[in-house]
């Protein structure tokens, strides 16, 4: 089973940048498959919200807020998803979390999320 832990959230003033880390565990088969890895943010009160993806071969995608302020990347031979957020708002608090999911071997895995506090 392939697990994801999250790390890199704090405190940042607006206009201030962060980069977030997760990184992925379990047996290599379980790894390999892993279609697409992302990152979802929820506030308190709203609706979980995509945030960025990235398929196993690089190609992102990226929610309509953070465009142009955050960018997605991986590094396959550690099994780590970065986002490195720039730009960054008070709307942009919320806790954020890491996804890896796959079709193939049908498993959708969440981890416990780092906090993100934009704060002046």
């Known amino acids: 089973q392939v697990r994801v832990v999250e790390s890199g959230g704090g405190l940042v003033q607006p206009g201030g940048s962060l980069r977030l880390s997760c990184s992925a565990s379990?047996?290599?088969?379980?790894?390999?498959?892993?279609?697409?890895m992302g990152w979802y943010r929820r506030a308190p009160g709203k609706q979980r919200e995509m945030v960025a993806t990235i398929t196993a071969g690089g190609i992102p995608a990226y929610g309509g807020s953070v465009k142009g302020r955050f960018t997605i990347s991986r590094d396959n031979a550690n099994n780590t998803v970065y986002l490195q957020m720039n730009s960054l708002k008070p709307e942009d608090t919320a806790m954020y979390l890491c996804?890896?999911?796959?079709?193939?071997?049908?498993?959708?895995?969440w981890g416990q999320g780092t906090q993100v506090t934009v704060s002046s």
């Open positions: 996804n890896a999911g796959s079709w193939t071997a049908m498993f959708d895995i």
């Open positions: 379990g047996s290599s088969s379980s790894l390999a498959s892993i279609n697409v």
